[in-house]
């Protein structure tokens, strides 16, 4: 399955500030996170963001929240944002049959909303470069439950040259200057 800006939504799950600085590459995942969000923004794909008991683990990290524009940020207690009512509901009521998940961690949050999303019936992928989580170790234990479960992996790139589909115009110019 390709992926297709029109059928395409993005998730941003739990990238804050007192998550941030026990993550295992951190700073790679916030980059990668913030070019997935500039370049849904610039495509017309929905962002979606949840923060994970945000009276204890603090707000969507600023760099990303400058980057939010009108996306919601959504409050969870549950691990899976599939299993957060408020959440399903925006996800189900945008109409958009995939959607791309990245943020922390890897082997827990972004799983359990990979995985119920996907019992759901969409069409779920995950961006390996755009999640992480404390240990290194937990990321591959993640990325084989996504493998085995029919779960998508992506890298940033994929997915950004996916949603673009064609090179020569506008969106394209502006966007591959955010790959490095």
């Known amino acids: 399955m ?4 029109a059928h ?3 998730l941003i799950v739990d990238v804050q500030e007192r998550l941030l600085p026990a993550m295992h590459e951190g700073e790679r995942m916030v980059e990668r996170c913030g070019i997935l969000m500039q370049a849904a923004q610039r495509l017309g794909v929905p962002v979606t963001i949840s923060e994970q008991y945000k009276k204890g683990l603090g ?3 600023a760099r990303l929240d400058n980057l939010k524009g009108d996306a919601p940020v959504l409050e969870k207690m549950h691990f899976s944002c599939a299993a957060d009512a408020g959440i399903v509901s925006r996800v189900q009521g945008l109409n958009k049959r995939q959607l791309v998940i990245a943020g922390i961690e890897s082997h827990v949050c972004v799983l359990q909303s990979a995985l119920g999303f996907k019992a759901m019936g969409l069409e779920v992928v995950v961006v390996a470069d755009a999640t992480t ?5 937990s990321v591959d234990l993640a990325l084989g439950r996504y493998r085995a479960a029919g ?9 950004l040259f996916e949603w673009l589909h064609v090179a020569g115009t506008p969106e394209f110019k502006d966007l591959s200057k ?3």
């Open 178 to 180: 955010l790959i490095k």
């Open 2 to 5: 390709l992926l297709n800006r």
């Open 133 to 137: 989580s404390r240990k290194p170790e």
């Open 8 to 10: 395409g939504q993005l």
């Open 59 to 61: 707000p969507t990290i």
């Open 151 to 159: 779960v998508g992996v992506v890298n940033t790139e994929m997915a």
